[in-house]
């Protein structure tokens, strides 16, 4: 298995729900990571996650709270968010945290985020 | 603080033609990796190929190819006999060796293939 899904594909929530997106890998990659991008934009980096634990917050408020329950999972949660949130939310995994250069990045597909 | 510029927004280039889309970055490290991805509207992102910054020998992956300046910290992509398929966003990246964690994206390409 050499892919990243994350579901749902799309999604649409009013500004008082609460969402969560999901991202999975079974490649035995031990750092994963969540970007949002804007249309025609390049991806921005919001978390990292090194063997499980958060190495890396790039001062993203606190309406996206990020989780990882195990190697092979990370989750996005999603609350009371604004509609300039709506963005493309890419998840991606590499084989080893500070290797990124030898290895390069795995991209799952995203999430469309539209909030209304 | 590392940066990474790509001047061109938007390109096209008739199908079999070849294309070049240009990247330049700036960084004070002397060990680190340039890469390129493709960004198809199907929104995944796809590595077109990678350089290692201590490599002198150019990368080529099929028909990619890449012209990697290091004095001149230029990192160009050359696309041959364009293909329908590479129509995307094409984005130029950078990252740190040995402790990367992250990498640092350009502004991005849009490349049309036209029939």
């Known amino acids: 298995d050499t892919e990243v899904t994350q579901t749902p594909k799309h999604l649409v929530m009013g500004m008082t729900n609460k969402k969560s997106l999901k991202c999975e890998q079974h490649?035995?990659?031990?750092?994963m990571y969540w970007y949002k991008q804007k249309a025609k934009k390049p991806p921005e980096l919001m978390f990292v996650?090194?063997?499980?634990?958060?190495?890396i917050n790039e001062s993203v408020p606190s309406r996206f709270s990020p989780e990882c329950p195990n190697s092979s999972l990370l989750n996005l949660h999603l609350h009371a968010l604004q509609p300039e949130d709506s963005a493309l939310y890419l998840c991606?995994?590499?084989?080893?945290?500070?290797?990124?250069?030898?290895?390069?990045?795995?991209f799952g597909s995203g999430t469309r985020l539209t909030v209304v | 603080a590392q940066t990474v510029t790509q001047s061109q927004p938007e390109m096209s280039v008739q199908e079999a033609e070849t294309v070049t889309l240009s990247c330049t970055y700036d960084?004070?490290?002397?060990?680190?990796?340039l890469f390129w991805y493709k960004q198809p509207p199907s929104r995944q992102m796809i590595l077109v190929i990678r350089?290692?910054?201590?490599?002198?020998q150019n990368a080529t992956e099929n028909r990619f190819s890449v012209n990697f300046q290091k004095a001149a910290k230029s990192f160009s992509l050359k696309i041959s006999d364009s293909q329908l398929g590479d129509t995307a966003m094409y984005f130029c990246?950078?990252?740190?060796?040995?402790?990367?964690?992250?990498?640092?994206f350009g502004t991005g390409t849009s490349l049309t293939v036209i029939p």
């Open positions: 490649m035995g990659h031990r750092a």
């Open positions: 990246a950078f990252t740190q060796g040995n402790t990367g964690n992250q990498f640092y």
């Open positions: 350089q290692e910054a201590y490599k002198q």
């Open positions: 960084t004070s490290e002397n060990n680190y990796y």
């Open positions: 996650y090194s063997y499980e634990k958060l190495s």
């Open positions: 991606a995994s590499s084989q080893a945290p500070g290797r990124v250069a030898n290895y390069g990045y795995t």
